[in-house]
């Protein structure tokens, strides 16, 4: 609707004074009960490290790894893409309260009906049978930010920017850990090769040994038949590790962003540094350093924006179009100032009355998915001292083991040696000296494999702490 200087201008103010009423409560914190210390405790020896990786991990064949992956993996690469859409998305919202304007500019020629008024008014006053209309107009649109919507817009936008930026860095971290992770399981699956070769050849010297007495009926084919087997036992291990390796290498590649091929790393576990110092700090320190849960909490600041958004959208909006031109009938005169300026104010309230409750509907909404985040978000803290405390507690106690395994393994390997010194000397069966032998076999592929949970344990312990990049 046309209106008077004074109302637009009575309105503008009134506009202006109103922009100040956000719909908006101010974000708080959701209250988090975080306990005082993590349930298994640990004690630190030494100085502790930082938690970025290049000081964390010590083996520079595996640092390498990490950079390279950190540079070339696709998922990171994907997520700074979409990083990237927030920051312009964030940009955008800045300029929410900036005036749109459009310029128009037409040309048109309409042949009317000469037993029509305007046909034989024009027919008349032109000479022609059709009318031109030549026109050039610059609109300007504004709409008052009364209720704060645009803050509001600008803050959502903000938290969504800064939710995906830890985000990122939750996925960086994750990949560290996965190529750390499938590093070690590199060497653990060298050592069992290792680990086959050295009973292949044990057992290769026990079937000789075996087989010369039968040449000398000494024992009978029962026992060559065994020993055979304990050798061929010994021998499967070799093609499937060579084959966990080969796929554990292609996964290893495609993780670090190459094609698959084979891995430059250590040559045995004794040779990679283990880290055993940590700075755990309390729970409650997980919310500056777990970038996953900063990303929960900006979720919540998003969800408390898209609240005051929808609250918003219940109350009424004022908007203003003016716009300046000129139109002409002909041509000529077109650009005949001030003849042909046209000029135009309009300023348009609109408040919704009746909409099927659906703006009260979409309200209640969000003011669910605000309480969901909210309890997300102390989900997210509450997993996060979970995995630390179950990384604390798989380290202390892969730890024990590991010394009650090498307990084991001195035991087993006297028995070995002493097993076939009795079977030389007639004492003990070849069934004595096979059990032995396979004993011990199982006995270092199940140290292995804790060595293997341990160096999982540190990784996992790294992650769940925050980890770093930096």
Known sequence: MALSINNIIYGVGVAILLSSCSVNKKYIRPELETPQNYRNTVEVTGDTISLSYKTFFKDTHLTALIDRALEKNKDISVAMMSLRQLDLSYKQAKLGLVPTADLSISAARNYLSKSSMNGSLSEQFTGNQYMDDYSATLTVAWEADIWGKVAIQKESARANFFMQHENLSALRTRIVSQVAQAYYNLITLDEQLKVASR????????????????????????????????????????????????????????????????????????????????????????????????????????????????????????????????????????????????????????????????????????????????????????????????????????????????????????????????????????????????????????????????????????????????
């Not at 919704?352 to 309890?375: D, H, M, V």
């Not at 084991?408 to 070995?416: N, R």
């Open 199 to 470: 009973n292949i050849e044990l057992s290769d010297t026990t079937l000789q040994m075996i087989q010369l007495q039968f040449q000398s009926a000494q024992t009978n084919s029962l026992a060559v038949n065994q020993a055979e087997a304990q050798l061929k036992t010994a021998e499967l291990l070799v093609p499937l590790a060579k084959q966990n390796i080969a796929v554990q290498e292609n996964a290893l590649r495609i993780l670090c962003g190459s094609f698959p091929d084979s891995v430059q790393r250590a040559n045995t576990l004794d040779s990679t540094p283990f880290v055993e110092s940590f700075p755990l700090g309390i729970p409650a320190d997980l919310l500056s350093r777990r970038p996953d849960v900063r990303a929960a909490e900006y979720a919540v600041v998003v969800a408390n924006a898209n609240t005051g958004l929808a609250k918003a959208e219940m109350y009424p909006s004022f908007k203003l179009t003016p716009s300046i031109g000129i139109n002409s009938f002909q041509f000529n005169n077109w650009f005949d100032l001030p003849g042909s300026l046209v000029k135009n104010i309009a300023g348009n309230i609109t408040q919704p009355i009746f909409q099927n409750k659906r703006l009260k509907t979409a309200y209640e909404i969000a003011k669910i998915e605000q309480e969901k985040s909210a309890e997300q978000f102390r989900l997210a803290m509450m997993t996060a001292v979970g995995e630390v405390s179950d990384a604390l507690a798989k380290r202390q106690h892969t730890r024990e083991r590991m010394l009650l395994i090498d307990q084991k393994k001195s035991a087993l390997q006297k028995a070995v040696n002493n097993a076939m010194l009795l079977y030389k000397s007639g004492m003990a069966t070849y069934l004595d000296v096979i059990t032995a032998q396979n004993g011990s076999l199982q006995n270092d592929l199940e140290a292995i494999s804790i060595q293997k949970e341990r160096f999982d344990a540190t990784t996992d312990l790294y992650r769940a702490l925050g980890g770093g990049v930096e």
